[in-house]
């Protein structure tokens, strides 16, 4: 015990009982109050039937004209980030307006890569009219299959076979004449000439043997001497014949050249021609063509060579996979306006990763090792969506490695460059294709969350200026008669897109009522089209099962039910604790110091509000509030900021000129987890103040509500949760009239309460309560007036705030007294 | 052999490759090759070191001088047989990597002798089913040496050659025929070359008249009715156009080429430069 109970608690008391005649003026909210609900007669239509869908979003006007201002405005950073709530169909909304968009823009051009003479690891990109790449490419397949059967005819021909025989018999009888000039006038000097393995050599002759040398040796010198100067003679002449053979077999390869080129040229430029007449007004068309014409020429040979692979399957690969050919391949990377289709693509990539978005060059393996070439760029959704729009994923984009620096970089420079990643980032340099760049010209939109958008903002310096569009998607909208029927009509092309069986008006209005419950908000409709879309499909579901043709409001009723039921195994387990008194929560009787507090738990995308068991015990002390989850680490910043803000209610309204001699302890009874938010602030106060007042808090009451400093009980969040959460716990104790639940004045305007918890207030059994401040709660609490103060600064006596004062006043006066008391015993 | 052996319905006989030249055409190999793999028999390679060569060297003044012509030296007895060995080598090593690959029994030699006497005691020995097949590219003074080898050297019914031009091996088996009396036994031999690869048979008839040209075409296609892949051509040619008679062989693209010596086509007397300038496959020239 840390202190006595004074004389005056008997007083106290019965102050207390003759105040609670002031209790029950408090007029609990009306059923009407708690649930906004649609007249289904009211829509005007029977069936969505009767109704037109709707095509787009409802209410996102400022979303929609930013959208409409980032897609007209001519500038390459003024790119889009939508940003909204998941599944509000925002994706669906924007993909049908940049179509629309798209479609009234013109068709951007085709590109296509291709072969660089010059510099084989740096293929050209080439634009093409759109349309025409694809023409470009069939074409020169065309023409390469011509030469390959008019080339080896052309050179197998007797007109080639006769001029290329002339030239080889023009050199050969040349050598020949000069070798045999030579061999003659050899064996007419008795000179034999032979062929060694490495050149050629003389020696005298006798009857077209080459003389022993020991008959040779046998002759007078004179003769030997002649005989060896003859040779020399011819040695040197043979070796000038020799060395005119190279310089003869050089002019003889180029008249060959000559030849081969001038009779290729007329096969070459008659296969390109068509190519050439259909591409005459694109100069680069010509330009590429020109290029691989004299290429051609200079490689006709490549149609004349035997191709050891053909052989071996004895079937001739056709030419567009005949390796051979590849260099004059065009590798089409965009080919638009085909089938007809024409304006600016609108290119949704789902899987951004770096090759997916950038475009890569792939490699094949070949002998171990990893190859490539032009025919290996593979485009990325930049250049699929070139000239138009491409929509992304933000989320999925961060999670790419390299993408997105990557997508900056090529905004930024409005050119598409396709490296390898690590080439990019500089960590490798191995040789490998340097694609010519293709300019950009695209409006990226990306989709995200509001907090990866602020992430952004804050993080990436570029992002801002790359992204100046924010078409800012709300979550949900403002009832009215307006929007209430374009909410129908939503519901109406939710049918029609998943071909289901019509609404009637009492199922749309039902629906209605649970786009409300899901923007948490009485005034304002959910858009949060994937869930809406869910229960539609179910209650269709529910209905056919059923055997109707049309789903009604019990259909609507029953996949809400059923989508919960399927969810709230953890509610009926805690409801189950309860009921078991493993966790105490009273809903009757009267209790000092103690309250009912309110909680929400979410669970994925399901939620629920259940009680718990606050209490508060105060003692005298030094002036603090031990907040026991903090001490424990188990209180969020926010439960002890309420905390801390209590204190300084209590400060203001009842210590402004005595010490605050007060120790007290605030703990969630059985909480075992993380307590965070100030929603239980005002309970927690009311508990104080119930304990240093000693007049009992009903236990049939539950609240939340944070408050300020001042005693104003403001608004929190789950306030249908929590109210259903605690009338859930009561039902199952039994119903006694008089439970109730406590909430912020603020937060009458979030009440969408479940059916039965409306029913139950209208026959009386349960209520909610709408508070402003500290004093209006108490007073329901306890019965008992709060009081205000008088012009003599003293609260009425009897109140429940006079009771706090006076308590507060004796634990100061107490205190004075103890620590005069320690003093003279100290001075002793 | 060959067209004797076909005629004899007999399966012995060889194929003597005379290497007398340091750098053999690689087709006159495959050549020789392909007609052992065709009936059968074993190739003999005959490496001819001309004893010249050494007397050659055994004079002090006698230089060589390189094929570039741009140099001379002295040539030495030690440096030919060093360079003729390793040329040996060389040519024995391709020759075992082709007869290997179509299982045709190889046996290698290498003699220091007179090329024509080496060839002629080699063939002596086992006789008189013997195809000479000559590593050196035929030129157009090569008449007298292709008369010389059929007359002196008694073991050879048949001469393998390659033209300078030569570069194919693949393609129809093409049969000049220039005697009607010879057609089965030409024609059995074309039929094993044939049979290797799964290729056609042209028959040349060459007559040096229309008429001629007539009545053997008359004659043939009695003779060769029925015949699956086979197909007769003509060409008219005097003894005093080879060029003509080349032009037509050249324009049957063929994989071989089978005749025989002394008539229009390969004379026996006369210039072979219009064969050696078109010929592009091995020629099987028979007596």
Redesign the interface.
């Known amino acids: 015990m840390f202190f006595k109970r004074s004389q005056n608690d008997a007083l106290v008391a019965k102050a207390a009982e003759t105040a609670a005649v002031a209790a029950g003026a408090a007029t609990p909210l009306t059923a009407e109050e708690l649930r906004r609900v649609v007249d289904p007669a009211s829509l005007g239509f029977a069936s969505t039937n009767d109704l037109e869908p709707i095509s787009g979003l409802i209410g996102q006007d400022r979303a929609l004209k930013a959208l409409e201002f980032g897609t007209s405005i001519k500038s390459h950073d003024y790119n889009i980030f939508v940003l909204g709530p998941p599944a509000s169909g925002k994706t669906t909304a924007v993909r049908q307006q940049l179509a629309a968009k798209a479609a009234q823009g013109p068709t951007p051009h085709d590109w296509a890569y291709v072969y660089n003479f010059d510099a084989p690891n740096r293929p050209k990109a080439l634009r093409l009219p759109h349309g025409r790449a694809k023409l470009l490419a069939q074409g020169m397949i065309g023409a390469l299959t011509e030469l390959r059967s008019v080339v080896p005819g052309v050179f ?1 021909g007797d007109d080639y ?1 006769a001029r290329r ?1 002339a030239i ?2 023009a050199f ?1 009888s040349s050598q ?1 004449q000069a070798f ?1 000039a030579v061999n003659m006038k050899a064996q007419q000097q008795n000179i ?1 000439l ?11 002759m006798h009857e077209g ?5 020991e008959v ?1 040796n046998a002759l007078p010198e004179n003769m030997r001497r002649e005989v ?1 100067n003859k ?2 003679a011819l ?1 040197k002449e ?9 310089k003869a077999d050089k002019k003889r390869r180029a008249a060959l050249t000559e030849l081969n080129e001038e009779v290729a040229r007329i096969a070459v430029h008659e296969a390109l021609d068509e190519l050439r007449a259909a591409f005459a007004d694109v100069p680069e068309a010509i330009s590429y063509l020109d290029a691989a014409e004299a290429d051609l020429i200079s490689n006709i040979a490549l149609f004349l060579a035997n191709d050891e692979e053909n052989a071996v399957v004895r079937q001739p690969l056709d030419t567009a996979h005949d390796v051979r050919f590849r260099r004059y391949m065009v590798n089409v990377i965009t080919s638009n306006g085909d089938d007809g289709q024409t304006g600016a693509p609108v290119i949704e990539e789902i899987n951004p990763t770096y090759g997916n978005v950038v475009g890569r060059v792939e490699h094949i393996a070949q002998m171990g090792t990893l190859v490539t070439d032009f025919l290996l760029i593979k485009p990325g959704a930049l250049h699929r969506a070139n000239g138009g729009f491409l929509m992304l994923d933000v989320r999925k984009l961060l999670l790419s490695p390299f993408t997105w620096e990557a997508l900056k970089r090529a905004l930024k420079a409005q050119m598409i460059r396709i490296e390898q990643p690590m080439e990019a980032a500089g960590l490798i340099s191995t040789q490998s294709l340097d694609p010519e760049p293709i300019p950009l010209d695209v409006r990226v939109v990306l989709f995200g969350d509001r907090e990866m958008y602020y992430l952004l903002v804050a993080y990436d310096p570029d992002f801002a200026r790359l992204f100046k569009v924010q078409a800012d998607f709300d979550d949900s909208i403002a009832r009215s008669e307006e929007n209430d029927r374009a909410f129908a009509r939503l519901v109406a092309s939710i049918v029609k897109e998943h071909g289901l069986q019509p609404v009637d008006a009492s199922g749309v209005a039902r629906v209605i009522d649970e786009g409300a419950r899901l923007a948490d908000h009485r005034d304002k409709l959910s858009i949060e089209i994937g869930r809406i879309a869910d229960i539609v499909r179910e209650a269709d579901h529910w209905a056919k099962a059923a055997g109707r043709s049309v789903t009604t409001r019990d259909d609507i009723e029953r996949a809400v039910d059923e989508h919960l039921q399927r969810s709230d195994r953890l509610r009926d387990r805690s409801l189950e604790t309860f009921e078991q008194k493993i966790v105490l929560v009273d809903v009757e009787g009267s209790k000092v110091g103690q309250i009912n507090g309110l909680s929400v738990l979410q669970l994925g995308d399901f939620s629920f509000g259940r009680p718990s068991r606050i209490t508060a015990r105060v003692r005298l002390g030094s002036g603090r509030v031990t907040d026991i989850e903090r001490e424990v680490k188990l209180g969020g910043p926010l439960h002890s900021k309420g905390v801390m803000i209590l204190w300084g209610y209590l400060a203001g309204q009842f210590a402004l000129d005595v010490p605050l001699a007060l120790a007290a302890t605030l703990v969630f009874e059985q909480s075992y987890g993380g307590v965070d938010g100030d929603s239980a602030s005002s309970a927690e106060l009311y508990a104080l103040l119930s304990a240093l007042s000693e007049i009992p808090i009903k236990q049939s009451f539950a609240v939340t509500g944070s408050v300020n400093q001042l005693g104003e009980v403001q608004a929190i969040g789950g306030v249908n949760e929590k109210i259903e959460g605690f009338f859930d716990v009561c039902k199952q104790r039994g119903l006694t009239k008089a439970q109730g639940v406590l909430i912020p004045k603020a937060n009458v305007q979030h009440l969408m309460l479940r059916h039965d918890v409306v029913e139950a207030v209208k026959r009386g059994e349960f209520s909610v309560h709408a508070v402003s401040s500290i004093n209006e709660g108490i007073e329901i609490l306890t019965g008992v007036k709060a009081g205000s103060r008088g012009s003599d600064g003293r609260f009425p006596a009897g109140t429940i705030n006079r009771l706090v004062e006076d308590k507060l006043r004796s634990f100061a006066e107490r205190g004075r007294d103890f620590a005069r008391k320690n003093g003279e015993d100290a001075k002793r | 052999m060959i067209a004797h052996v076909a005629q004899a319905g007999e399966d012995r006989g060889r194929v003597v490759l005379h290497v007398c ?2 750098q053999p055409h690689a087709l006159a190999l495959l050549a020789a090759v392909k007609i052992a793999q065709a009936f059968q028999s074993e190739i003999e390679s005959l490496f001819v070191e ?1 004893v ?2 050494f ?2 060297a ?2 002090g ?10 140099s ?1 030296s002295k ?1 030495s007895a030690d440096s ?1 047989a060093q ?2 060995k ?2 040996a080598q060389g040519a024995r090593r391709e020759l075992e990597r082709l007869a290997r690959s179509v299982d045709v029994p190889l046996r290698t030699r290498v003699v220091r002798d007179d090329p024509m006497q080496a060839l002629r005691l080699a063939c002596s020995e086992v006789g008189p089913w013997n195809v000479v097949a000559l590593s050196e590219p035929f ?3 090569f008449t007298p040496m292709l008369r010389t080898m059929f007359d002196a050297i008694e073991g050879t019914t048949g001469l393998i050659l390659v033209g ?2 030569a570069r194919r091996i693949t393609g129809p088996i093409v049969i000049a025929l220039e005697d009607m009396g010879r057609l089965p036994d030409l024609l059995r031999a074309g039929e094993r070359l044939a049979a290797l690869d799964d290729v056609g048979i042209v028959v040349l008839l060459v007559a040096p008249d229309a008429q001629r040209l007539h009545d053997m075409e008359m004659s043939a296609r009695m003779a060769l009715a029925g015949r699956e892949k086979l197909r007769i051509d003509h060409a008219i040619v005097s003894r005093e156009a080879p060029a003509v008679a080349a032009e037509a062989l ?1 324009r049957q ?1 063929g994989g071989f080429v089978i005749c025989q010596f002394g008539g229009a086509v390969v004379p026996d007397e006369g210039d072979l430069s219009p064969l050696a ?2 010929l592009e496959c091995p020629l099987l020239l028979v007596r």
């Open positions: 197998e076979q025989r080889d018999e050969r020949e045999e034999a032979l062929r060694t393995p490495t050149g050629f050599t003389m020696a005298p043997k080459v003389v022993k040398p040779f060896e040779i020399e040695q043979l070796g000038d014949i020799l060395s005119r053979v190279p | 030249s340091p001309d010249q060569l007397d050659c055994a004079f003044f006698v230089r060589e001088v390189s094929l570039s012509g741009r001379s040539l030919v360079s003729l390793l040329a030129t157009g003074g300078p031009r050249r693209a300038a078109s």
